[in-house]
Structures are given as structure tokens and as C-alpha cells.
């Protein structure tokens, strides 16, 4: 049974940052591409960055390119998502799930609520 649980999330200001984790079990994590979404208030899910199985490689849509990072460690089955200079726009529910840029499970974490605000 694949299980997805994202932490980190919380209350920052505009320019702060935030480290999300993502612990998943129910299957061979390291076999699989990773990736991070995210949903907004009235807005559908969206895909903010995403990392390859094999080598590690990094793809991020245009809108959070050059302030998120994602990384994994296959040895603990987490992937991260390190976040900076953070807008008002970011703020959202952010999930992560397998696949690379569209989700590879129909189960979904409960996400982690991450609110940019002054």
C-alpha cells in the first residue's frame, strides 16, 4: 500500500523559506521519478519540480525555477523540496507523489500547508 506523508510546511513572509520533506513506503522508491505538487485556494493541483530515479536530474515549471530545489535520499525514502524567496503565490497544500510531472499513484498524502503571508 503506497503511503505518502509531507511535512514541513507552515506560516512564513514574503523572501522567507521553507523545507518540505516527504517520507513515502509501499514501494521501491528508489525504482521511481518524484515530484512535488502543490494546490492552491479555488485552483486545480499543479507540478512544482520534479527528480529523476537514476541520475538525480531536476526539471521545475518557469514559476518557481531558480527558488526551489528538490532532492531525495533514496536511503530514507524522502524526498525534499527546499524552498526560497517565497511569494504570496506559493501558498498552498504541497504533496509529492512518484512520477515526474504527472502523478504516478492515484493515493494521495494528506500534504503540508504552506502559507506566505505578511
Known amino acids: 500500500q503506497v503511503r505518502l506523508v509531507e511535512s514541513g510546511g507552515g506560516l512564513v513572509q514574503p523572501g522567507g523559506s521553507l523545507r518540505l520533506s516527504c517520507t513515502a513506503s509501499?514501494?521501491?522508491?528508489?525504482?521511481?521519478?518524484m515530484s512535488w505538487y502543490r494546490q492552491a485556494p479555488g485552483k486545480e493541483r499543479e507540478w512544482v519540480a520534479g527528480?529523476?530515479?537514476?541520475?538525480?536530474?531536476?526539471s521545475y515549471p518557469d514559476s518557481v525555477k531558480g527558488r526551489f530545489t528538490i532532492s531525495r535520499d533514496n536511503a530514507k525514502n524522502t524526498v525534499y523540496l527546499q524552498m526560497n524567496s517565497l511569494k504570496p503565490e506559493d501558498t498552498g497544500v504541497y504533496y509529492c507523489?512518484?512520477?515526474?510531472?504527472?502523478?504516478?499513484?492515484?493515493?494521495w498524502g494528506r500534504g503540508t500547508q504552506v502559507t506566505v503571508s505578511s
Open positions: 507523489n512518484a512520477g515526474l510531472q504527472s502523478p504516478r499513484f492515484g493515493s
Open positions: 509501499g514501494f521501491t522508491f528508489s525504482s521511481y521519478g
Open positions: 527528480v529523476s530515479s537514476t541520475n538525480g536530474v531536476t
